[in-house]
């Protein structure tokens, strides 16, 4: 019958001289592992610093985006890709602007999403909330009848065909009506009544 082979293991040298040493040696090594109080103290002050300037407007954080009103935005979302149509990812330079024609004509509107502010990027797929940081003027919505929109990456030139906004923004002409402006000659005979209410007489 044959004899089991032992097998020994060796532990890194560090860990055999723990051994030997016993309780003084992970004592010591612990010591090592823990911050010192100077270094926690610095971290505190830190972390204190970085929540001040924060608060304070010297760092903003947009984690959730710039905090304006939804009702002067326009959601867009598009897909970035490079020449050979490979989606791209990364934070990117990208000018946004308002046209009342498909081609040609000046800019009613613009807005730069550079340095800090650059277009976050993921698989060629971005989505902003254009106006949040140069808002839409209210005249440039109510004022045209149709609306496109000029994208301009980085340093090349406005990618064309330029896309046509559908209706949801011209929602925002609701904002526009004055308070007593809809009188009764503006609405149809017979178009608000107890039924169209839901009242019953």
């Known amino acids: 019958m044959e004899t089991p082979e032992t097998i020994t293991i060796q532990l890194p040298s560090f860990i055999t001289r723990l051994r030997r040493r016993g309780r003084e040696g992970w004592q010591r090594l612990g010591r090592r592992l823990l911050p010192t109080p100077g270094n926690v103290l610095f971290t505190l002050l830190m972390i204190g610093l970085l929540l001040w300037a924060q608060s304070a407007g010297a760092l903003p954080l947009r984690l959730l985006g710039p905090n304006v009103p939804s009702t002067n935005t326009i959601a867009y979302q598009g897909r970035l890709a490079d020449a050979g149509g490979s989606p791209l990812t990364g934070t ?48 440039v919505v109510t004022g045209n009848n149709t609306l496109w929109l000029g994208i ?27 308070d007593g402006s809809v009188t009764t000659g503006k609405i149809a005979d017979q178009a608000v009544t107890q039924a169209s209410w839901g009242m019953e007489q």
């Open 152 to 178: 301009t990456v980085g340093t090349d030139d406005e990618m064309a065909p330029r896309v046509q906004l559908g209706s949801v923004p011209f929602a925002v002409q609701a904002l526009t009506v004055p």
């Open 92 to 139: 990117y330079s990208i000018i946004f602007r308002l046209y009342n024609a498909a081609s040609g004509g000046a800019p009613l509107w613009e807005e730069q999403w550079t340095g800090q502010n650059g277009v976050q990027v993921s698989d060629g797929l971005f989505n902003v909330m254009l106006g949040s940081l140069t808002p839409i003027p209210q005249a």
